[in-house]
């Protein structure tokens, strides 16, 4: 499939002109590669609700969950440079973790949300990071470990950051600069610099409205002892919205929802993993990122999910498409609207980022369409 550049850039840009004028888009951006190139960069409205500060191609804003996709690869790399299979014992790497029946829990299990670790019962606080370490290390499975799968909202990133560190010997974002980002000069911060703030565009909770789909697990969401709600609010801390546009908070390199990234180089890093990964991935870390490997009914989001070794893929029995038109393709979205996938398959990378948060976790039709739009320019 081949798109023609000039053709989808017309048809994009009039749905991007949409979301502004009749979808209430605030600021944003939107990136989309093929075969290793930039064929569509749109940036549109503003960094502030006083519509002072427009958005310009260098604006960064915080990705949320998209992170966990930019954590997952800096993981698999670290497993295929130290020659680590994925279907190897957690507790093999992170002796501490083989506690209360999780000395059997594999890397693949662990990164596909199958280890349920999606909440823990101790009551910790997201910046305490020894304190979330020990109470994941001493956290017995909510289900037993590969028998299902629920979505790990904040457990996720320590997962992934706490195996970097016992493997590779340094944070997980300073791996990721190290490894990806300085290379390719990518503005993707996972723990942001002081001297990029004026950068950064202001997040604005969702405005009060009906709730989204799927309707039971958002009322599960605001509803005490549910595991949803359990699953999004442990550990603890970080819950308003204003208070991730705070410098100190940026500054925090929180894995599983603080990344901050322009839409070009989040679309710039999955189109590294469109076309084939070189010369950092090797085919078969390209096929654990597209292979799925759990693929049913999801215990926290409540409705059919599926996820390869880090990243969300499209569910068989999903009602609603979130990625490409492609059994290949993977992905990570942000909560409020943020995107961003790899379709293989086709050499397609798509990115896009927002500020004026929508009342969903999971992508939402502005960046939807605008993804439909790229296969019907095609069709």
């Excluded at 594999?106 to 101790?122: F, I």
Aim: with cysteine; net charge neutral; glycine share 8%.
């Amino acid at each position: 499939m081949q798109l023609d550049p000039d053709e989808l850039r017309s048809r994009i840009e009039r749905l991007f002109r949409e979301n502004f004028e009749r979808f209430g888009e605030l600021g944003a951006a939107i990136s989309i590669w093929q075969n290793g190139k930039a064929i569509v960069d749109l940036v549109g409205g503003f960094k502030d609700a006083r519509r002072e500060q427009p958005w310009t191609n260098d604006t960064l804003v915080l990705i949320w969950s998209a992170t966990k996709g930019i954590g997952s690869a800096c993981l698999l790399h670290v497993l295929q440079e130290y020659k680590i299979d994925i279907e190897r014992s957690v507790a093999e790497f992170w002796p501490e973790f083989a506690q209360n029946g999780k000395e059997s829990i594999t890397l693949a299990q662990l990164l596909s949300h199958q280890a349920g670790l999606c909440a823990l019962d101790r009551q910790v606080d997201v910046l305490d990071y020894p304190a979330v370490i020990r109470a994941i290390e001493e956290q017995k499975p909510l289900w037993p470990p590969g028998t299902a799968h629920g979505y790990h909202a904040r457990t996720f990133g320590f997962l992934l950051d706490a195996l970097v560190r016992r493997i590779a010997g340094s944070p997980l974002n300073e791996y990721w600069r190290k490894v990806f980002a300085d290379p390719l000069a990518l503005d993707i911060w996972i723990g942001l610099p002081e001297a990029l703030n004026d950068r950064v565009a202001t997040m604005y909770a969702a405005k009060v409205g009906k709730a989204p789909e799927p309707r039971k697990f958002y009322v599960d969401l605001a509803t005490p002892g549910t595991l949803a709600r359990k699953a999004f609010t442990s550990p603890g801390g970080l819950h308003a919205i204003s208070a991730m546009n705070k410098p100190e908070v940026r500054a925090q390199p929180i894995v599983s929802f603080g990344g901050i990234a322009t839409a070009h180089s989040l679309g710039h890093f999955y189109s590294l993993l469109a076309t084939g990964g070189a010369p950092f991935f090797s085919e078969q870390t390209l096929r654990w990122m597209s292979t799925t490997l759990t693929d049913g009914l999801d215990r926290v989001f409540q409705i059919p999910t599926a996820f390869s070794a880090g990243f969300m893929k499209e569910a068989r029995d999903s009602t609603k498409k979130i990625l490409a038109r492609s059994t290949t393709a993977f992905g990570h979205p942000g909560a409020g609207g943020s995107h961003a996938f790899a379709d293989p398959a086709n050499g397609i990378a798509f990115a896009y980022v927002m500020n004026q948060m929508e009342q969903s976790v999971l992508p939402n039709d502005k960046a939807l369409r605008l993804v439909a739009e790229i296969y019907k320019t095609a069709a």
